[in-house]
């Protein structure tokens, strides 16, 4: 069903996350068993895996550009949202109380990166708000999680001490970012003496579940390690590993990528009946007061500390109007919503209520913004443009076609006489490709590898040629001339040209 729905929001422009929630929903209203959502399975095991290929993924640099905004949303944002639904819900609902409250509030607070970010990519969001949304989502979950975590202490019997929270709170933050840092460097050491493509897949792979569970073992933020894993292993990335171990690991985890977040958008949709079967010990009016609230504090709260902020991108420029309409509509919900929220033990006060509010929020967020997310972009007429992007790109790779000129002049005045003329040969070519980039913009200019009489010489020279162009375009990346997203496109054009044998 997963591979049918993803061919159906092809073809039909719609976003598959939309699709995939609706499916289950309709797979859920038939006379056949639906999958069940396991709270610990889908935050151990589902979870760890598609925040770290997120994390892989993002600009560390941007994410430090950003840091107030970053940290405003997911630290600020998220504590004011758990608190003010928490607020709301114990007013509404009798005898709820405010710790079982504040749960539910933990819970729908944070937005799912899975979700914002897929729907975000496909409906053209511009990259300096992607950046923003992706910066919130990888980091915000290990705040909501913290205070759920407290919450549910609270209101099983366990009591509330505010000095044992922050302690909590402080120790599930440091130990989260330690362990992911310390499992990202012991990787990143390991892979120095390995030399098998399937043990490096392996090995990355198994980074999230290592760096979750390590961190989970000291009380740390697994969710949080597995970020900081994420952050740092997509940062690392560069001339140290070969071209084929990254096009070979990117694909692995494309295909990890592509079945898991279809595996967790079909299992949303398909958690209706379970959701709405405990509704009936409720009435209908405190049941649509609870969702009411719920769904006022999760849209209302995060419009308005937008608005309120007004938060600056790296230019030191304020968000406008539009730009904060558009960040506003990209708080979707997703699964760790619905875990978080199944997870609540079967005794917890008014669970089965709690439950529906999560899934509603879900739902609204999910579908309804989703469906609506590209419409609204082009009415405030915010698409993602590229010809900056690519003009950089261009402009860095014109760097690099330099730096390997450089290096193969030094090549060809090199003692061993049978290099120089496969270094000239190459030279010549990469001047004709750098004087052609600015025109043509294009991955390949149709320029042909010339014959190589010595293959050993032409081997030599290649190595020499793209180990330079990966250098200085890590450089420009860490001088923040280029983003990582355009590091890692001009990345894999190299890798495919090494394997091509170009």
Same mark, same amino acid.
Not at 65 to 87: E, K, Q
Not at 366 to 376: H, S, Y
């Given at each position: 069903?997963?591979?049918?729905?993803?061919?159906?929001?092809?073809?039909?422009?719609?976003?598959?996350?939309?699709?995939?929630?609706?499916?289950?929903?309709?797979?859920?209203?038939?006379?056949?068993?639906?999958?069940?959502?396991?709270?610990?399975?889908?935050?151990?095991?589902? !979870? =760890?895996?598609?925040?770290?290929?997120?994390?892989?993924?993002?600009?560390?640099?941007?994410?430090?550009?950003?840091?107030?905004?970053?940290?405003?949303?997911?630290?600020?944002?998220? %504590? %004011?949202?758990?608190?003010?639904?928490?607020?709301?819900?114990?007013?509404?609902?009798?005898? &709820?109380?405010?710790?079982?409250?504040?749960?539910?509030? @933990?819970?729908?607070?944070?937005?799912? =990166?899975?979700?914002?970010?897929? !729907?975000?990519?496909?409906?053209?969001?511009?990259?300096?708000?992607? @950046?923003?949304?992706?910066?919130?989502?990888?980091?915000?979950?290990?705040?909501?999680?913290?205070?759920?975590?407290?919450?549910?202490?609270?209101?099983?019997?366990?009591?509330?001490?505010?000095?044992?929270?922050?302690?909590?709170?402080? &120790?599930?933050?440091?130990?989260?970012?330690?362990?992911?840092? /310390?499992?990202?460097?012991?990787? @990143?050491?390991? &892979?120095?003496?390995?030399?098998?493509?399937?043990?490096?897949?392996?090995?990355?792979?198994?980074?999230?579940?290592?760096?979750?569970?390590?961190?989970?073992?000291?009380?740390?933020?697994?969710?949080?390690?597995?970020?900081?894993?994420?952050? *740092?292993?997509?940062?690392?990335?560069? =001339?140290?590993?070969?071209?084929?171990?990254?096009?070979?690991?990117?694909?692995?985890?494309?295909?990890?990528?592509?079945?898991?977040?279809?595996?967790?958008?079909?299992? !949303?949709?398909?958690?209706?009946?379970?959701?709405?079967?405990? /509704?009936?010990?409720?009435?209908?009016?405190?049941?649509?007061?609870?969702?009411?609230?719920?769904?006022?504090?999760?849209?209302?709260?995060?419009?308005?500390?937008?608005?309120?902020?007004?938060?600056?991108?790296?230019?030191?420029?304020?968000?406008?109007?539009?730009?904060?309409?558009?960040?506003?509509?990209?708080?979707?919900?997703?699964?760790?919503?619905?875990?978080?929220?199944?997870?609540?033990?079967?005794?917890?006060?008014?669970?089965?209520?709690?439950?529906?509010?999560? $899934?509603?929020?879900?739902?609204?967020?999910?579908?309804?913004?989703?469906?609506? $997310?590209?419409?609204?972009?082009? *009415?405030?007429?915010?698409?993602?443009?590229?010809?900056?992007?690519?003009?950089?790109?261009?402009?860095?790779?014109?760097?690099?076609?330099?730096?390997?000129?450089?290096?193969?002049?030094?090549?060809?005045?090199?003692?061993?006489?049978?290099?120089?003329?496969?270094?000239?040969?190459?030279?010549?070519?990469?001047?004709?490709?750098?004087?052609?980039?600015? *025109?043509?913009?294009?991955?390949?200019?149709?320029?042909?590898?010339?014959? @190589?009489?010595?293959?050993?010489?032409?081997?030599?020279?290649?190595?020499?040629?793209?180990?330079?162009?990966?250098?200085?375009?890590?450089?420009?990346?860490?001088?923040?001339?280029?983003?990582?997203?355009?590091?890692?496109?001009?990345?894999?054009?190299?890798? *495919?040209?090494?394997?091509?044998?170009?």
């Amino acid at each position: 069903m997963i591979l049918a729905v993803r061919v159906l929001a092809d073809r039909s422009g719609q976003s598959p996350a939309v699709l995939l929630v609706l499916a289950g929903l309709a797979v859920s209203l038939l006379p056949v068993p639906s999958a069940e959502l396991e709270p610990h399975l889908i935050l151990e095991v589902v !979870i =760890p895996p598609l925040l770290f290929v997120a994390a892989r993924d993002a600009s560390l640099l941007e994410l430090r550009a950003n840091a107030r905004i970053v940290a405003s949303l997911s630290v600020a944002l998220v %504590l %004011l949202t758990a608190f003010a639904v928490a607020t709301g819900l114990s007013l509404v609902v009798p005898g &709820l109380g405010f710790a079982a409250a504040l749960a539910l509030g @933990a819970a729908v607070a944070p937005p799912d =990166p899975v979700a914002s970010l897929a !729907i975000g990519r496909r409906a053209g969001m511009p990259a300096r708000l992607i @950046a923003l949304v992706e910066g919130e989502g990888l980091l915000n979950d290990g705040t909501a999680l913290t205070i759920y975590g407290l919450a549910v202490t609270a209101a099983v019997g366990g009591g509330f001490s505010a000095t044992e929270s922050v302690g909590r709170f402080a &120790l599930a933050v440091v130990g989260g970012a330690l362990c992911g840092l /310390l499992v990202a460097r012991a990787l @990143a050491l390991a &892979l120095r003496y390995v030399d098998d493509i399937l043990v490096e897949n392996a090995a990355s792979l198994a980074t999230p579940f290592l760096a979750f569970a390590l961190a989970e073992t000291v009380e740390g933020s697994g969710v949080l390690a597995v970020v900081v894993a994420g952050l *740092a292993v997509g940062h690392r990335r560069g =001339p140290a590993s070969s071209g084929e171990s990254r096009l070979q690991t990117a694909a692995v985890w494309r295909i990890v990528q592509y079945l898991l977040e279809g595996y967790v958008f079909l299992l !949303i949709g398909q958690q209706a009946p379970d959701v709405v079967r405990g /509704l009936s010990s409720f009435d209908r009016g405190t049941v649509v007061a609870t969702v009411a609230v719920t769904l006022a504090g999760v849209l209302g709260v995060r419009l308005l500390w937008l608005l309120s902020t007004r938060p600056r991108t790296i230019d030191d420029r304020a968000l406008s109007l539009r730009d904060v309409t558009a960040l506003w509509w990209a708080g979707t919900r997703g699964v760790i919503t619905l875990a978080t929220a199944f997870a609540l033990p079967h005794d917890f006060p008014a669970r089965d209520l709690l439950l529906f509010c999560a $899934f509603v929020v879900v739902l609204v967020t999910l579908v309804g913004q989703g469906v609506t $997310f590209a419409p609204l972009l082009r *009415a405030l007429g915010l698409r993602s443009g590229t010809d900056e992007s690519a003009w950089l790109r261009a402009e860095a790779q014109a760097a690099a076609y330099d730096a390997a000129i450089e290096r193969l002049a030094g090549l060809a005045v090199a003692d061993d006489p049978s290099v120089a003329p496969a270094a000239a040969r190459y030279r010549r070519m990469l001047e004709g490709q750098r004087d052609r980039l600015h *025109a043509h913009l294009s991955r390949d200019d149709g320029t042909r590898r010339p014959a @190589a009489p010595d293959r050993t010489a032409d081997i030599t020279v290649r190595h020499a040629m793209l180990e330079a162009q990966r250098e200085e375009l890590v450089r420009w990346r860490d001088a923040g001339r280029i983003s990582d997203s355009d590091l890692h496109a001009l990345e894999r054009l190299l890798d *495919a040209r090494e394997l091509s044998g170009m």
